[in-house]
């Protein structure tokens, strides 16, 4: 089945220790985003990438970084220098076809600080 | 910048009726897409309808169909037939119109709107 999937669902992470959430899809398609959710609040673009070894920061980057080093797959390191990762992470994608501006979710990770 | 506001934090309805979700937006962009999302208990966010901006008819999907006034900047979702299922947390966003058949596009979204449906 063509999709986005985000693992692991849940995350715990510890004082001063950097984490890596996975997003992969297979969808052929070319962009890709990292955005964060807040209890009771809309999403917030932390990074995008419209082309492989290419990416750019959003709205709230800081503390955050991305590589995509492969089409199919856009991993965001939360580091220690993100003072409040305590968050729902959702990655998206969108592609080349019709509704090229439509961005497709996956499941998201749910991040908590220990 | 562009600003998406809900004014309604949250919603209720009997199942089978209709229901109209709120939605402005500030753009001085002429070319753009708007969008409703439905995020689900699940959290898993599920595209719901679809407006571009240069279309005057307002888009439909089955139950869902969308008042797109553009001089006034408004974007409504209204649910017909409302169904259990419709339970979730509604959200609108705005992506600005990028020339050149490029993918990227930044959502704006909204702050939501939690809809409720009652049997």
């Known amino acids: 089945d063509g999709g986005i999937t985000q693992s692991p669902k849940y995350l715990f992470r510890k004082e001063g220790q950097n984490v890596t959430l996975s997003c992969e899809q297979n969808?052929?398609?070319?962009?890709m985003y990292w955005y964060r959710q807040d209890p009771g609040q809309g999403l917030r673009l932390i990074y995008y990438?419209?082309?492989?070894?290419?990416?750019q920061k959003g709205d709230i980057a800081e503390g955050y970084s991305v590589s995509r080093e492969k089409k199919e797959s856009f991993p965001l390191t939360v580091t220690s220098a993100q003072k409040n990762p305590t968050a729902f992470y959702l990655c998206?994608?969108?592609?080349?076809?019709?509704?090229?501006?439509?961005?497709?979710f996956g499941p998201g990770t749910r991040l908590l600080v220990l | 910048a562009q600003t998406v506001t809900q004014s309604q934090p949250e919603m209720s309805v009997q199942e089978a009726e209709t229901v109209t979700l709120s939605c402005t937006y500030d753009?001085?962009?002429?070319?753009?897409?708007l969008f409703w999302y439905k995020q689900p208990p699940s959290r898993q966010m599920i595209l719901v309808i679809r407006?571009?901006?240069?279309?005057?008819q307002n888009a439909t999907e089955n139950r869902f169909s969308v008042n797109f006034q553009k001089a006034a900047k408004s974007f409504s979702l209204k649910i017909s037939d409302s169904q259990l299922g419709d339970t979730a947390m509604y959200f609108c966003?705005?992506?600005?119109?990028?020339?050149?058949?490029?993918?990227?596009?930044?959502?704006?979204f909204g702050q939501g709107t939690i809809l409720t449906v009652h049997p």
């Open positions: 753009t001085s962009e002429s070319n753009y897409y």
């Open positions: 998206a994608s969108s592609g080349r076809v019709e509704l090229q501006e439509t961005q497709y």
């Open positions: 966003a705005f992506m600005k119109s990028l020339a050149g058949g490029t993918s990227y596009g930044k959502l704006t």
């Open positions: 407006q571009e901006a240069y279309k005057q």
């Open positions: 969808l052929n398609h070319d962009a």
């Open positions: 990438s419209q082309i492989v070894n290419d990416f």
